[in-house]
C-alpha cells in the first residue's frame, strides 16, 4: 500500500508570489491534516480535513488556505508568501477524522526568498 | 492550555537503554504518541498510548504514561546507531485529528 504522498519535495519562491502544495493521503483514508514545521516554533497544526470539509484550523493567518477534494486528496495554498514561510510542510493521513494513527508524508521543504 | 515539553538533547552509547521523557498539559487527552524523524524526512509513528492505560511495550519499545503527573517516556532498549534521530512526543486533545507535539528531542548514539 502507497504511503501519503507529498508534491513537490522542494520548493523555492520569492516573498510576494503565492504556492500551492499537495497531499494524497493513503488509499482509503479519508482525513488529511497539514502541519508547518520550523526550527524556531517546532510542528504547528495549520488545518485538518475530512470529507472535503475543515474540521479544524491552527492559528495561522488568513493567508493559509486548504481544501480537500472528493478523492480525499487535499492542496494547502500559501498567498502573499513572507520570508518566514520557509518550512517543512508535512502532510498527515487517517482512516478517520477520530482515528488513533496518522501517519505522515515526507513533507514538501518550501523556501522563500 | 495545551503544551508538550521535552528535553532537547541525549546522547547514549550504542547497547544501552535510552530513556526519552515528555510533559503534556491537557488532562483530556485521550492518545499520547511518539514519532520519530530522521534528517530530511517525514514523521514516522513509533507507538502510541491510550490515556487510560499505564505501559505499553512494543518489541524494544516501552511507553509508560503517569496521568496524575501527565508524564509520559519512551525507553529504547538495546539502542543501536539506526535509532539517532528526533523523537516527537504528542498529545491529541480532542476527538479530532489535531496533533500537538513537543519540541522533539535528538538522540544521538555513539558507537
Known amino acids: 500500500k502507497a504511503g501519503v504522498t507529498q508534491t513537490p519535495r522542494y520548493l523555492i519562491k520569492t516573498r510576494g508570489q503565492q504556492v500551492t502544495l499537495s497531499c494524497s493521503p493513503i488509499s482509503g483514508h479519508r482525513s488529511v491534516s497539514w502541519y508547518q514545521q520550523t526550527p524556531g516554533q517546532g510542528l504547528q497544526f495549520l488545518f485538518e480535513?475530512?470529507?472535503?470539509?475543515?474540521?479544524n484550523k491552527g492559528n495561522f493567518p488568513g493567508r493559509f488556505s486548504g481544501r480537500q477534494f472528493s478523492n480525499s486528496r487535499s492542496e494547502m495554498n500559501v498567498s502573499t508568501l513572507e520570508l518566514g514561510d520557509s518550512a517543512l510542510y508535512l502532510c498527515?493521513?487517517?482512516?478517520?477524522?477520530?482515528?488513533?494513527?496518522?501517519?505522515f508524508g515526507q513533507g514538501t521543504r518550501l523556501t522563500v526568498v | 492550555g495545551e503544551d508538550v515539553e521535552q528535553s532537547l538533547f541525549l546522547s547514549v552509547r550504542e547497547g544501552d537503554s535510552s530513556v526519552i521523557n515528555c510533559t503534556y498539559t491537557?488532562?483530556?487527552?485521550?492518545?499520547l504518541y511518539w514519532y520519530k524523524q530522521e534528517p530530511g524526512a517525514g514523521l514516522q509513528l513509533l507507538t502510541y498510548?491510550?490515556?487510560?492505560?499505564d505501559m505499553k511495550q512494543d518489541q524494544r519499545l516501552t511507553v509508560l504514561l503517569n496521568k496524575k503527573d501527565k508524564h509520559l517516556s519512551l525507553r529504547i532498549a538495546d539502542t543501536q546507531t539506526g535509532d539517532s534521530a528526533i523523537y516527537f512526543c504528542a498529545e491529541k486533545p480532542n476527538q479530532g485529528g489535531k496533533l500537538i507535539f513537543g519540541q522533539g528531542t535528538e538522540l544521538s548514539v555513539k558507537p
Open positions: 498527515a493521513s487517517s482512516l478517520q477524522a477520530t482515528n488513533t494513527e496518522a501517519f
Open positions: 480535513y475530512f470529507s472535503e470539509t475543515q474540521r
Open positions: 498510548i491510550f490515556s487510560n492505560m
Open positions: 491537557d488532562s483530556s487527552s485521550t492518545y
